[in-house]
């Protein structure tokens, strides 16, 4: 599939600016960015032309207690129509590993925090962190309990937090998904200890296991290269879907988290070893694309096995190029069968990005989007509202993002997703916040 995204002039004109760009190292990031920096998976200034995806590609099947002052009517009407209005609730807002009580009870008022906060701010969905580094935030038959809740990974805090999330957000008239780390097992240290039933530890010295985790720069990783590594994030999915009562189930942009050759080269040996008797094997990133795509067929077809109506979807990085080099086929995402059910970009650029204005990016994927199965939310960046972030291009005004939604609007795409929470309510963009609260309302 080609995905045509500029002619040739505009080709030309997108490298000049970006060599500009990178002269005045101007910095452009379309993944979350999580308060702590924990990771930036690749460069994200890479822009191309177009996309291709081969054609011998494998087939595969089917926070605080005050916020920010808004109208009443705002408060009072959360849900309108069919609209999707999202916030990200990332795992160092659920965070109870450095807190003194770690109580049930406390945790259910931070959680409670969250729920009438978003509410207020007009939200009618949360997307909250359950898994964020092959563990989790609830009772799993695969993975680890999350050092989130717990203190430290393994440790059971004795209660259900997921449990009780998907009981106060529905209570709220909200909706919840559960966002998942497919692949990522620790990052920078986080979580500093790893329990010993982690399966990293399991199998990274199993020799029946080669290669099934992985260690690429500061990470450890799953290698979806290996069928029974799919097969347990699939499973885990479904177990989410099986046990408890989400709206959705979304992953979050990280796949492969380097394009060296050394992440899984075990893999590819053995996979070119037996397609070169048969011919020509795949390159590197076909093939790894073809294993995120057997991976996200099968997490698809698992979901809807238990749970035909639960929504799976995917928030992709902004930056189509960069989403293919991690492996990430959102080409075919959109466009074909037994993949997602929603997309959502994270296109955390304003209108005066001189490599990709948001106006350009936001059409390109509203283009991309050729399923009419597949809904397209937008994913807006509301941690750079009035910050010094792109140059300080975010301080020129206090509606960037309520212009945001309304060119989405324009655009026919079905939401928006905020991130994040923490960031709802803050001086920086708290201006911000309430001028797109109003649009939204």
Same mark, same amino acid.
């Given at each position: 599939?080609?995905?045509?995204?500029?002619?040739?002039? @505009?080709?030309?004109?997108?490298? *000049?600016?970006?060599?500009v760009a990178?002269?005045?190292?101007?910095?452009?990031?379309?993944?979350?960015?999580?308060k702590?920096?924990?990771?930036?998976?690749?460069?994200?200034?890479n822009?191309?032309? @177009?996309n291709?995806?081969?054609?011998?590609?494998?087939?595969?099947?089917?926070?605080?207690?005050?916020?920010?002052?808004?109208?009443?009517?705002?408060?009072?009407?959360?849900?309108?129509?069919?609209?999707?209005r999202?916030?990200?609730?990332?795992?160092?807002?659920?965070?109870?590993?450095?807190? @003194?009580?770690?109580?049930e009870?406390?945790?259910?008022?931070?959680f409670?925090?969250?729920?009438?906060?978003a509410?207020?701010?007009?939200?009618?969905? /949360?997307?909250?962190?359950?898994?964020?580094?092959?563990?989790?935030?609830?009772?799993?038959?695969?993975?680890?309990?999350?050092?989130i809740?717990?203190?430290?990974q393994?440790?059971?805090?004795?209660?259900?937090p997921l449990?009780?999330?998907?009981?106060?957000?529905?209570?709220?008239?909200?909706?919840?998904?559960a966002?998942?780390?497919?692949?990522?097992?620790?990052?920078?240290?986080?979580?500093?200890?790893?329990?010993?039933?982690n399966?990293y530890?399991?199998?990274?010295?199993d020799?029946?296991k080669?290669?099934?985790v992985?260690?690429?720069g500061?990470?450890?990783?799953?290698?979806?290269?290996?069928?029974?590594?799919?097969? *347990?994030?699939?499973?885990g999915?479904?177990?989410?879907?099986?046990?408890?009562?989400?709206d959705?189930?979304?992953?979050?942009?990280?796949?492969?988290?380097?394009?060296?050759?050394?992440?899984?080269?075990?893999?590819?040996?053995?996979?070119?070893a037996?397609?070169v008797?048969?011919?020509?094997?795949?390159?590197?990133?076909?093939?790894?694309?073809?294993n995120?795509?057997?991976?996200?067929?099968l997490?698809?077809?698992?979901?809807?096995s238990?749970k035909?109506?639960?929504?799976?979807?995917?928030?992709?990085?902004g930056?189509?190029?960069?989403?293919?080099?991690m492996?990430?086929?959102?080409?075919s995402?959109?466009?074909?069968?037994?993949?997602?059910?929603?997309?959502?970009?994270? *296109?955390?650029?304003?209108f005066?990005?001189?490599?990709?204005?948001?106006d350009?990016?936001?059409?390109?994927?509203?283009?991309?989007?050729?399923n009419?199965?597949?809904?397209?939310?937008?994913?807006l960046?509301v941690?750079?509202?009035?910050?010094?972030?792109?140059?300080?291009?975010?301080?020129? @005004?206090?509606?960037?993002?309520?212009?945001?939604?309304? /060119?989405?609007r324009?655009?026919?795409?079905?939401g928006?997703m905020?991130?994040?929470?923490?960031? *709802?309510?803050?001086?920086q963009?708290?201006?911000?916040?309430?001028?797109v609260?109003?649009i939204?309302?």
């Amino acid at each position: 599939m080609v995905i045509k995204l500029f002619s040739r002039h @505009s080709i030309l004109a997108c490298a *000049l600016l970006l060599a500009v760009a990178i002269a005045i190292t101007m910095a452009i990031n379309f993944g979350h960015q999580p308060k702590n920096a924990l990771s930036n998976v690749a460069s994200q200034t890479n822009i191309t032309a @177009s996309n291709k995806i081969s054609s011998n590609a494998p087939v595969v099947s089917a926070a605080a207690s005050s916020l920010p002052t808004v109208a009443s009517a705002v408060a009072a009407n959360t849900v309108s129509g069919d609209e999707m209005r999202a916030v990200w609730v990332p795992f160092m807002s659920l965070d109870m590993s450095n807190e @003194s009580d770690k109580s049930e009870k406390s945790f259910q008022k931070k959680f409670d925090t969250i729920v009438s906060g978003a509410k207020k701010c007009g939200m009618n969905t /949360l997307i909250v962190h359950v898994r964020p580094f092959g563990d989790a935030l609830y009772k799993s038959a695969y993975f680890p309990w999350s050092h989130i809740v717990g203190g430290t990974q393994g440790v059971n805090p004795g209660y259900d937090p997921l449990a009780y999330m998907v009981t106060a957000t529905h209570k709220a008239g909200m909706k919840i998904h559960a966002w998942v780390n497919p692949l990522r097992i620790q990052i920078a240290g986080t979580p500093s200890i790893l329990a010993e039933g982690n399966l990293y530890n399991t199998w990274r010295h199993d020799t029946t296991k080669p290669g099934w985790v992985v260690d690429s720069g500061n990470g450890k990783y799953f290698n979806p290269a290996n069928t029974q590594v799919r097969k *347990l994030i699939a499973d885990g999915a479904k177990e989410i879907a099986q046990n408890y009562d989400v709206d959705g189930i979304q992953f979050d942009d990280y796949f492969y988290p380097t394009q060296d050759a050394a992440f899984d080269k075990i893999a590819y040996d053995s996979y070119s070893a037996a397609a070169v008797k048969n011919g020509t094997p795949l390159s590197l990133i076909e093939w790894r694309r073809g294993n995120v795509n057997a991976l996200v067929s099968l997490v698809y077809s698992e979901i809807k096995s238990v749970k035909p109506k639960i929504s799976f979807g995917i928030a992709p990085q902004g930056n189509v190029q960069n989403d293919l080099n991690m492996g990430a086929d959102v080409g075919s995402w959109c466009s074909a069968q037994g993949y997602v059910d929603y997309i959502c970009p994270q *296109l955390y650029v304003n209108f005066d990005n001189p490599v990709l204005p948001f106006d350009t990016a936001a059409q390109s994927w509203r283009k991309l989007v050729t399923n009419t199965n597949v809904k397209l939310y937008l994913g807006l960046a509301v941690y750079k509202s009035g910050s010094d972030a792109d140059s300080g291009t975010w301080k020129k @005004s206090s509606n960037i993002l309520a212009k945001q939604v309304e /060119l989405g609007r324009k655009t026919s795409c079905d939401g928006f997703m905020f991130y994040s929470w923490d960031y *709802l309510n803050t001086d920086q963009t708290k201006e911000e916040v309430q001028n797109v609260m109003k649009i939204l309302n």
